[in-house]
């Protein structure tokens, strides 16, 4: 089935650290590939996209990620981590059209003083 | 800029008990989806509509009914409720075509079925 993983329940990571999400798709051709966060208690909020074109895509709130089709990767990274990033980080993806994206099963990031 | 708004937001049913969610949306959104979050298992669409008078059966439909009669409006039903549904529930949308592919989430609705 078309898919993608979040192989990471947990994350956690030191204020002022490097961070870096993983996500595998297994899509045929060429997904529709989204990273979404949601703080406790909230719905979730668009941080990038990536469609086509250059494979590093920029976000909001500092984060990026990098489109790999040879590795099936569209892993999410921040150079330096805030305690307020602390939330639940889902990749999701599609390409049937926006109306049927499928999520991970998202990845708790903790930030550590 | 209310955007998405789901009620109620917390509602403790027993077995066999029937509500509705209502979601409205202030965007003018065509597309509008349900989804259902549970712990390690991410967000699982139910149903979907892709306009007024529309709908569209999602990755797990069983147990729910849907109805949109109105643009800004997209409710979510459960006839007899089951412990099986115990979940958090998210409404969202989107432009028509699914716009630049960003969904626009409301805070959701904790249910919990005894």
């Known amino acids: 089935a078309q898919s993608v993983t979040q192989p990471d329940i947990h994350i956690t990571v030191s204020e002022g650290a490097s961070l870096e999400l993983r996500c595998n798709y297994s899509?045929?051709?060429?997904?529709?590939l989204f990273w979404y966060v949601q703080s406790p208690g909230q719905g979730l909020q668009l941080l990038l996209k990536?469609?086509?074109?250059?494979?590093l895509v920029q976000g909001i709130k500092g984060f990026e990620a990098e489109f790999k089709r040879s590795q099936s990767s569209f892993n999410l990274r921040k150079p330096s981590v805030h305690w307020s990033d602390a939330a639940e980080y889902f990749c999701?993806?599609?390409?049937?059209?926006?109306?049927?994206?499928?999520f991970g099963t998202g990845t708790r990031l903790l930030v550590s003083p | 800029n209310a955007g998405v708004t789901q009620t109620p937001k917390f509602r403790v049913l027993k077995t066999g008990q029937s509500m509705t969610l209502l979601c409205a949306q202030d965007?003018?959104?065509?597309?509008m989806y349900w989804y259902r979050q549970d712990p390690g298992m991410g967000l699982r669409l139910i149903h979907y509509?892709?306009?007024?008078?529309?709908?569209a059966k999602g990755e797990v439909p069983d147990g729910y009914n849907v109805s949109r009669l109105k643009k800004q409006n997209f409710l979510l039903g459960l006839e007899s409720a089951a412990p099986s549904q115990t979940s958090v529930y998210f409404c969202?949308?989107?432009?028509?075509?699914?716009?630049?592919?960003?969904?626009?989430f409301g805070e959701g609705s904790r249910l919990t079925v005894l």
């Open positions: 969202a949308s989107s432009p028509p075509g699914g716009g630049t592919g960003e969904l626009f």
């Open positions: 899509y045929g051709a060429t997904p529709y």
């Open positions: 990536y469609f086509s074109g250059d494979t």
């Open positions: 999701a993806g599609s390409n049937t059209g926006f109306q049927k994206l499928v």
């Open positions: 965007m003018n959104h065509e597309y």
């Open positions: 509509s892709v306009g007024e008078g529309t709908t």
